[in-house]
């Protein structure tokens, strides 16, 4: 098994999902507002919470890397998950990001994904990362472009359209030309 590491910031640990963050993670994946932006921007029961909880904790073991979750310093209160994906099917490696309602617009994805961009440069050596922002979501589009994402086209993805941010590691310049 993958030892997955425990990142920090100012204000946030990022650590591994574990089962007992169930109870607060099926509490987010059943609220509309939180789900509206992902997958089919349906609700989960908690059946498929749980499967969404295993699928991420099964991403660390098949790719190396995966989702985190994300909790207060200060507290230890779970208040969403953010991460690295790159299941069968995606583009390319997507950092995401999502946060219980009370812990949005307090800066808290913008801290994770800065701290997430440095491990996916100087752990994992990307050269690359994407975040795939369902079209009408401005608060994401704005925490993409906080963190220095490029809108590079829009696509199509399993029926949806989405802006996608593409992130390039800062001491290098690999843009557009190196995957053109």
């Known amino acids: 098994m993958i030892d997955i590491p425990i990142l920090a910031t100012e204000r ?3 650590t591994a ?4 963050h169930f109870n607060d993670y099926a509490v987010m994946l059943a609220d509309p507002d939180s789900t509206r932006w992902i997958g089919d921007g349906q609700p989960l029961d908690r059946t498929n919470a749980w499967r969404s ?16 979750a994300l909790e207060l310093k ?3 209160e779970f208040i969403g998950r953010a991460g690295l994906l790159h299941p069968e099917g995606w583009p390319d490696v997507e950092m995401g990001w ?4 009370e812990h949005r617009h307090h800066g808290y994805a913008t801290e994770a994904g800065l701290t997430i961009l440095d491990y996916a440069w100087n752990q994992l ?38 802006h996608v941010f ?10 557009r030309h190196a995957f053109a």
């Open 12 to 14: 946030l640990r990022l």
């Open 125 to 162: 050596h990307l050269q690359r990362v994407i975040s795939l922002v369902r079209v009408g979501n401005e608060a994401s589009d704005r925490v993409a472009e906080r963190l220095g994402g490029e809108h590079i086209e829009d696509i199509d993805f399993f029926g949806s359209d989405n």
């Open 74 to 76: 200060a507290t230890g």
């Open 98 to 101: 999502m946060l219980k309602p």
């Open 166 to 175: 593409a992130y390039y590691p800062p001491h290098r310049d690999f843009r």
């Open 53 to 68: 909880l295993a699928m991420l904790i099964g991403h660390w073991q098949l790719r190396g890397y995966g989702m985190w």
């Open 17 to 20: 999902l574990a089962e007992r």
